[in-house]
Antibody
Framework: EVQVLESGGELVQPGGSLRLSCVGSGFTFSSYGMNWVRQAPGKGLEWVSVISGGGGGTYYADSVKGRFTISRDNSKNIVYLQMNSLRVEDTAVYYCAKDLEEAPYGMDVWGRGTTVTVSS | NFMLTQPHSVSQSPGKTVTISCTGSGGTIADNYVQWYQQRPGSAPTTVIY?????PSGVPDRFSGSIDSSSNSASLTISGLKTEDEADYYCQSYDSGDHWVFGGGTKLTVL
């Protein structure tokens, strides 16, 4: 069964840092792009970042560019989202989603999400 | 920038058919594939349509997707509505500026 599972969400102060992890199983991890999508409380889905299967292509939403970094370790089937200079408005459930192909264009299988709360 | 606009809410009775629209602006919706995601209350999203009109395994054929180039829009149609179809639905596509975009979401009420 194809699955992705996120971890790492917690309460953090504004200006702080946090690293989210997402482990994939049941598929050839390096053959697929991996996405991070977030959902603020009571709001819709917002695409955050995506990385290609080989890791050579990384893309970010304007709202996080320069503060967040996506990376992956294909030997461990893990994708990371390093979040720095966190703001209150980054508070959200962060979902990891497997892409449909190696060169990303759409989400396929989603995780259950991990909650990030940025508050003093 | 490419944007996708959906109605905030739609409602229909069990057994009926409902169509949710997703209108593109700032670009041509037919240039890139559209996906549709279902999010039931308190749950993570799941994919119900990919590549404009393809269903993942396990998604019933009551769900279908289409593209209308004349109106620059995509549509998700659900026939034979069931109460379990009550959820938020999001369309998603790709922006040529290396961004991925979601519509604002449509709340489907089955009553």
């Amino acid at each position: 069964e194809v699955q992705v599972l996120e971890s790492g969400g917690e309460l953090v102060q504004p200006g702080g840092s946090l690293r989210l992890s997402c482990v994939g199983s049941g598929f050839t991890f390096s053959s697929y792009g991996m996405n991070w999508v977030r959902q603020a409380p009571g709001k819709g889905l917002e695409w955050v970042s995506v990385i290609s299967g080989g890791g050579g292509g990384t893309y970010y939403a304007d709202s996080v560019k320069g503060r967040f970094t996506i990376s992956r370790d294909n030997s461990k089937n893990i994708v990371y989202l390093q979040m720095n200079s966190l703001r209150v408005e980054d508070t959200a459930v962060y979902y990891c989603a497997k892409d449909l192909e190696e060169a990303p264009y759409g989400m396929d299988v989603w995780g259950r999400g991990t909650t990030v709360t940025v508050s003093s | 920038n490419f944007m996708l606009t959906q109605p905030h809410s739609v409602s229909q009775s069990p057994g009926k058919t409902v169509t949710i629209s997703c209108t593109g602006s700032g670009g041509t919706i037919a240039d890139n594939y559209v996906q549709w995601y279902q999010q039931r209350p308190g749950s993570a999203p799941t994919t119900v349509i990919y590549d404009d009109n393809q269903r993942p395994s396990g998604v019933p054929d009551r769900f279908s997707g289409s593209i209308d180039s004349s109106s620059n829009s995509a549509s998700l149609t659900i026939s034979g509505l069931k109460t379990e179809d009550e959820a938020d639905y999001y369309c998603q596509s790709y922006d040529s500026g290396d961004h991925w975009v979601f519509g604002g979401g449509t709340k489907l009420t089955v009553l």
